[in-house]
């Protein structure tokens, strides 16, 4: 199971280091390559995001005992993958800002407000992301809690019921060696 892990984690390795590359080239390549390299991006996000979610269903099935270290590799690999999106909304942010520009001559300086007010807006949204993706987090760890309990609280019914049956047993066999010391005193 844990090799399973280990082969996503590789492949999300590899895939987020040609991320970080082509997100490093693309504003030094010509508009059309530019485009082209935005939509490769953007597929290999999703691929990522994708082996993300594989490596989450396989931490999900790994023992109790050893999910912690799995677990905090995962949060790792959610934190670069913010920041791989925040790095590669920044590059198409500049990016659109050349197109824009392209279209509009220099008239697009007038517009550094909008730019600004943009990225405030960027960030406040990133900041929300992060709450929501910290709530899931609180919600897993809630739901892995509560299973958790629940297998323990199986756990204790079974003892209580063996200890019940074992408790009818010695009663049944207490009544027997009264019936027959109840006898032997007859006799």
């Not at 220099?106 to 600004?116: F, I, K, T, V, Y």
């Not at 074992?166 to 032997?184: C, F, H, I, P, Y």
């Amino acid at each position: 199971m844990s090799s399973d892990f280990e082969g996503y984690e590789q492949d999300f390795a590899v895939l987020t280091a040609e991320i970080t590359n082509k997100i490093a080239r693309v504003p030094r390549l010509p508009p059309d390559e530019k485009k082209q390299m935005v939509a490769n991006v953007e597929k290999q996000l999703e691929e990522a995001k994708e082996l993300l979610e594989q490596m989450d269903l396989e931490v999900r099935e790994i023992p109790l005992q050893s999910r912690g270290m799995y677990s905090n590799r995962m949060r790792s690999y959610k934190q670069e993958m913010g920041k791989l999106e925040t790095d590669f909304k920044r590059s198409r942010i500049a990016y659109s800002d050349e197109v824009r520009n392209e279209l509009l001559g220099d008239a697009g300086n007038s517009s550094e407000n909008q730019r600004a007010h943009l990225l405030d807006n960027t960030e406040r949204l990133e900041r929300s992301s992060r709450r929501l993706e910290a709530g899931y987090q609180i919600a897993v760890e809630t739901e892995q809690i509560g299973q958790e309990m629940l297998e323990n609280l199986s756990h204790d019914r079974e003892k209580i019921q063996r200890a019940r049956e074992r408790l009818r047993e010695t009663d049944a066999n207490l009544g027997k060696s009264s019936r027959v010391l109840t006898g032997m005193l007859r006799r």
